[in-house]
C-alpha cells in the first residue's frame, strides 16, 4: 500500500528555471494539500484541494500553481524558481479536516 | 492572529525518563489540535486529535491532553525509537475548513 508518493525526492533548479512537482495518493481521498518546510517555521499550506476539481489558497501560495488533475493526482508548479522557494515540499491527503497521510518530500534547492 | 509555539526546541532524555511536551495556541475557537511525529528525512506521521478541553488521547508511551490554551504531549518512559520530532497543528473555527497551522515542533532524542 503505497500512500502518497512524491517524486521527485530531490531536484536541484537554477534561477529562474521552471519545474512541476508531482503527488499521487492511492486512498481514495477528496483532499490533498501542498505544505513547504522550512527550519524553525513549521509547515506552512501552499495550495490545497478539498475536491477533483477545485483548488484554494494557502498561506504562502504567491510563486506557485497546482493542478488537481483527478482524484489520485495534485501537482506544484513553480513558473520561474527563485532561491527563497528553497525548502523541503510534502503533500499530503486526507478525507476532510486535517492532513492525514503525507508523503516523503521533495527536497528543492535553487542556485 | 493565529498563532501555534511549541517549547523545548530541542529535549534530551534518558531512556525511561518520562517527561512533557508543550504546545500552546492563540486562535478565536478551536477546531481541533493535532499531534504528528515526523522522523528524519520523511514525512509527518499523524498521531492523536483532541477538540476540547479535558480531552485526552493514548497510544502506547504517548498521551496527548488538552487544556483551553495549551496541549501537552507526555512522554512515560521513553525508548529511542521514539526520537523523532514531534509537530502539533491547530485548525481555528473561523477559517476554511481545511486549513491547519502548525507549530514549529520539539526536537526529542531519546539515549540508551
Known amino acids: 500500500n503505497a500512500g502518497v508518493t512524491q517524486t521527485p525526492k530531490f531536484q536541484v533548479l537554477k534561477t529562474g528555471q521552471s519545474m512541476t512537482l508531482q503527488c499521487a495518493q492511492d486512498?481514495?481521498?477528496?483532499?490533498m494539500y501542498w505544505y513547504r518546510q522550512d527550519p524553525g517555521m513549521g509547515l506552512r499550506l501552499i495550495y490545497y484541494s478539498a475536491s477533483e476539481g477545485t483548488t484554494d489558497k494557502g498561506e504562502v501560495p504567491n510563486g506557485y500553481n497546482v493542478s488537481r488533475l483527478n482524484k489520485r493526482e495534485f501537482s506544484l508548479r513553480l513558473e520561474s524558481a527563485a532561491p527563497s522557494q528553497t525548502s523541503v515540499y510534502f503533500c499530503?491527503?486526507?478525507?476532510?479536516?486535517?492532513?492525514?497521510?503525507f508523503g516523503d518530500g521533495t527536497r528543492l534547492s535553487i542556485l | 492572529e493565529d498563532q501555534v509555539t511549541q517549547s523545548p526546541e530541542a529535549l534530551r532524555l534518558q531512556e525511561g525518563e518520562s517527561s512533557s511536551l508543550n504546545c500552546s495556541y492563540t486562535?478565536?475557537?478551536?477546531?481541533?489540535l493535532f499531534w504528528y511525529r515526523q522522523d528524519p528525512g520523511k514525512g509527518p506521521e499523524f498521531l492523536f486529535t483532541l477538540y476540547s478541553a479535558g480531552e485526552e488521547k493514548e497510544k502506547e508511551r504517548l498521551k496527548a491532553t488538552l487544556t483551553k490554551k495549551e496541549s501537552f504531549l507526555h512522554i512515560t518512559a521513553p525508548k529511542p525509537e521514539d526520537s523523532a520530532t514531534y509537530l502539533c497543528a491547530v485548525r481555528d473555527m473561523k477559517t476554511s475548513y481545511d486549513k491547519v497551522i502548525f507549530g514549529p515542533g520539539t526536537s526529542l532524542s531519546v539515549i540508551p
Open positions: 499530503a491527503s486526507s478525507e476532510g479536516g486535517q492532513p492525514q497521510h
Open positions: 486562535v478565536s475557537g478551536l477546531r481541533g
Open positions: 486512498m481514495n481521498h477528496n483532499s
